[in-house]
Each structure stands twice: as structure tokens, then as C-alpha cells.
């Protein structure tokens, strides 16, 4: 069994993904965890350090709004202790671009990473495109972290780099590098 299939094999015996399509209170607090632990351990998700709790759950509320509209999906994976990860489509895009949609927001609390709960979510959100008609995938991440591995290892197509993309939590600049998925190969799903 290879590394992804192990890790996977593991996330499933303690983790599951849904959709999550009505937010409660706690579902809240899980998600202002997820990102702010996420964006104190470093990561360039377009927050800066500090983050407070009020600034976080204030955009999980405006993702709340977006999912209740049907201008964005949000997936979360579940531990024993609440949601453990997210990952978010965008399908409210241009007229002219019904086929694809952006994916966003991959976060993974420090507390479960390395189980294969990335690899999870990056799954089911492909298959949420589909099952949605969306079979062109397009995201950044920042170039050379371990997203762009996890990309990479589940098939992604790396278009380019932007230098001085973004900035760190704590600030300096950071570059990202675009990717695409093409879910419309049979062979793929």
C-alpha cells in the first residue's frame, strides 16, 4: 500500500466528509478553529496575524450566506473532535464558465494533518463538481508549500507562479502557483 493510500486508509477509521449545508453555532466555532489555527501555524489564506475569533466567524457567516444562495459549497471533514478540515467550491462564476469551478480554502487543523484528510476533502470536492456538472477544476496555493505537493500527488496540472502574490500572516510577500484539474476524462472520476 502506498503512502496516500495508508493515510487515507487511516482518515477513514476516524474522520468523515460531508457537506455542510446549514451552518449551527457549533459548526461555526469548528470553522474559526480550523482557520485560525491554520493561520497561526503560518498559512497564507488571506488572513493576517492576529485573527480574531469575531474577524473568522465573520467570514464563515459570509460562506454561510454563499452556501445557503448556491454560490458556493463547503465540504468539511469530522474527527472526534468536531470539523478537522474545509474545502470550499465557488460555482457562482461568470455566465460564460458553467463547466468549471474554483476551488478554495483547503484548510486541515495542525491536529489531523498528515492522515489523509486533504487528499479526503480534495476528493470529495471533485466529486461534488461533478455530481454539479462542474468538470474544470482551477485553484492557487502558495508555491512550493505542501499543498502544492498534495496537488501534484492527486493529479493536478500546474499552470505558473505569481511572485509577491499575497503576504504571509505575519507579512512579507509570498508567491502562489495556479492549477487546473480537468475532471471530463472518464478515466479520472
Same mark, same amino acid.
Given at each position: 500500500?502506498?503512502?496516500?493510500?495508508?493515510?487515507?486508509?487511516?482518515?477513514?477509521?476516524?474522520?468523515?466528509?460531508?457537506? *455542510?449545508?446549514?451552518?449551527s453555532a457549533a459548526d461555526i466555532d469548528d470553522l474559526v478553529e480550523v482557520l485560525r489555527d491554520c493561520v497561526e501555524g503560518g498559512a497564507s489564506v &488571506?488572513?493576517?496575524?492576529?485573527?480574531? !475569533?469575531?474577524h473568522a466567524a465573520a467570514f464563515w457567516r459570509r460562506v454561510a450566506a454563499d452556501v445557503a444562495g448556491g454560490q458556493r459549497l463547503l465540504l468539511v471533514a469530522r474527527d472526534e473532535r468536531g470539523?478537522?478540515?474545509?474545502?470550499? *467550491?465557488?460555482?457562482?462564476?461568470? =455566465?460564460?464558465?458553467?463547466? !468549471? #469551478?474554483?476551488v478554495a480554502k483547503l484548510l486541515v487543523h495542525r491536529r489531523s494533518?498528515?492522515?489523509?484528510?486533504?487528499?479526503a476533502l480534495m !476528493?470529495?470536492?471533485?466529486? #461534488?463538481?461533478?455530481?454539479r456538472g462542474r468538470d474544470l477544476l482551477?485553484?492557487?496555493?502558495?508555491t512550493g508549500a505542501e499543498g502544492a505537493r498534495l496537488y501534484e500527488r492527486l493529479g493536478w496540472v500546474r499552470v505558473g507562479d505569481i511572485p509577491?502574490?499575497?503576504?504571509?500572516?505575519?507579512?512579507?510577500?509570498?508567491?502562489?502557483?495556479?492549477?487546473?484539474?480537468? *475532471? &471530463? =476524462?472518464?478515466?479520472? #472520476?
Open positions: 500500500m502506498n503512502g496516500e493510500a495508508e493515510a487515507n486508509a487511516g482518515f477513514r477509521e476516524v474522520c468523515e466528509v460531508c457537506e *455542510l449545508r446549514e451552518f &488571506s488572513f493576517m496575524l492576529p485573527l480574531s !475569533r469575531e470539523i478537522c478540515g474545509t474545502v470550499q *467550491l465557488i460555482l457562482d462564476l461568470p =455566465d460564460n464558465q458553467p463547466h !468549471r #469551478a474554483d494533518r498528515r492522515q489523509g484528510v486533504g487528499a !476528493r470529495a470536492a471533485e466529486a #461534488a463538481a461533478l455530481a482551477v485553484l492557487d496555493t502558495v509577491r502574490y499575497a503576504l504571509w500572516p505575519t507579512g512579507g510577500y509570498v508567491p502562489t502557483t495556479y492549477y487546473y484539474r480537468d *475532471l &471530463s =476524462d472518464a478515466s479520472v #472520476a
